[in-house]
């Protein structure tokens, strides 16, 4: 199965410390998109990537996040000094431009971060 | 006000019932209305999505939009356990968007 695969699938940290999760989407998916997803809540949107270029971020992504594309590749999210309110779902998507059919979008499984 | 509501339920129905679902949503703009389904410990996937007003089927799955009241539905004929999961609506402005504007999710039980 090539679907849009994410890592770590569970994320434990103290308050304070860096987390770093990677996205790896379906490989022909020039867009890939990170969401964040809280208990009882649907997802939120953080940020988009069209192949390398970040062309969007959330007011919801502070300071203390930031996420790459290299290469228009995997992409990675990491949230510096983290806080208990980090903690969340934190789910990736990618799509195909081409398809004209942007919000179709292939999610990956998540990363879920608990913040002690 | 959030733009996309969504009674969060939960929903509890025995085996070959029809689950009906429902969302409505603030912006006038949106044109485009998706219902994504998300099992435990699962990412959402797309179940169905509709253009404008009316209805569109597939399968035992029928999606309604009303853009005059701002409301959508989904409806499950013949529910199967295995349609037990977390159903989420969600609306985008436009095929050129690509910002998911998700309601909270409906978590649907179908007893056996």
């Known amino acids: 199965d090539t679907g849009v695969s994410q890592n770590p699938r569970h994320k434990i940290t103290k308050r304070g410390q860096n987390v770093t999760f990677r996205c790896d989407p379906i490989?022909?998916?020039?867009?890939l998109y990170w969401y964040r997803q809280t208990l009882g809540q649907g997802p939120e949107f953080l940020t988009y990537f069209q192949n390398e270029a970040q062309l969007e971020k959330s007011r919801l992504l502070s300071d203390r996040f930031s996420a790459e594309r290299p290469k228009g590749s995997f992409s990675t999210l990491e949230i510096q000094r983290t806080e208990q309110g980090d903690s969340a779902m934190y789910l990736c998507a990618s799509s195909l431009e081409s398809s004209g059919t942007p919000y179709e979008q292939y999610f990956g499984p998540g990363t879920r971060l608990t913040v002690t | 006000q959030k733009e996309v509501e969504q009674d969060p339920g939960p929903l509890s129905v025995p085996e070959g019932a029809i689950v009906s679902l429902n969302c409505t949503y603030s912006n006038s703009a949106f044109q485009y209305f998706m219902w994504y389904r998300q099992y435990s410990r699962k990412g959402p996937e797309l179940l169905m999505y509709t253009y404008s007003s009316g209805n569109k089927e597939d399968g035992r799955f029928t999606a309604q939009v009303d853009k005059s009241s701002k409301y959508i539905s989904l409806f499950i004929r013949d529910s199967q356990p295995s349609d037990s999961a977390t159903y989420l609506c969600?609306?985008?402005?436009?095929?050129?968007?690509?910002?998911?504007?998700f309601g909270a999710g409906t978590t649907v039980t179908v007893r056996a």
């Open positions: 969600a609306n985008c402005y436009s095929s050129n968007d690509y910002k998911l504007s």
């Open positions: 490989s022909e998916h020039n867009r």
